[in-house]
T-cell receptor
């Protein structure tokens, strides 16, 4: 298993440009999520999905869109990049089995700089 | 709302020193608690977890005990190694409809010198 993969590893955008960060997992996990990591702030949840066709907002969703057409993929779209979106983005996935405890598996991250 | 507070870093220790990283939380209900570790250039890995009061999570010589009375989950290791240098995150997972939505502390950078 490759686990959780993310592409690209690094990206530089100009203000106003759009792009999609890719995330894929091969563990048949139902739950997937996107976090951003900023210095001194830990990780904050952007969007999450509990299964194909179902998504919801996290703590900091503004400026980002997601969709979940397959179990494996959960892309994150930046509609019009802003310098405030400069961050490291992590995708995570976990099994969903009701009310139990699930370990979340994280991808290696995408470092995004918006100039 | 839910929140996690970690001790301010960075923490610098010599090899074989004792490590404590403090973590306290605020949550409704009975959350599950985690420590994640992030090595340089990598994603986060689960280090240990505890699901109920008085549970002790342990892994790779690290330990943390879920203390409901003090709402704490402090991370300890008796003898750190250079390879333990990383960023450590405390996190909680609240129950109910917020399952899967981790709330993280701000992270503590640990550097261990030979």
């Amino acid at each position: 298993n490759a686990g959780v993969t993310q592409t690209p590893k690094f990206q530089v955008l100009k203000t106003g440009q759009s792009m999609t960060l890719q995330c894929a997992q091969d563990m048949n996990h139902e739950y997937m999520s996107w976090y951003r990591q900023d210095p001194g702030m830990g990780l904050r949840l952007i969007h999450y999905s509990v299964g194909a066709g179902i998504t919801d907002q996290g703590e900091v969703p503004n400026g980002y869109n997601v969709s979940r057409s397959t179990t494996e993929d959960f892309p994150l779209r930046l509609l019009s990049a802003a310098p405030s979106q400069t961050s490291v983005y992590f995708c995570a996935s976990s099994l969903s089995t009701g009310t139990g405890l699930y370990e979340q598996y994280f991808g290696p991250g995408t470092r995004l700089t918006v100039t | 709302g839910n929140s996690v507070t970690q001790m301010e870093g960075p923490v610098t220790l010599s090899e074989e020193a004792f490590l404590t990283i403090n973590c306290t939380y605020t949550a409704t209900g009975y959350p599950s608690l985690f420590w994640y570790v992030q090595y340089p250039g990598e994603g986060l890995q689960l280090l240990l977890k505890a699901t109920k009061a008085d549970d002790k999570g342990s892994n790779k010589g690290f330990e943390a005990t879920y203390r409901k009375e003090t709402t704490s989950f402090h991370l300890e290791k008796g003898s750190v190694q250079v390879s333990d240098s990383a960023v450590y995150f405390c996190a909680l997972l609240a129950g109910g409809t917020s399952y899967g939505k981790l709330t993280f502390g701000q992270g503590t950078i640990l550097t261990v010198h030979p």
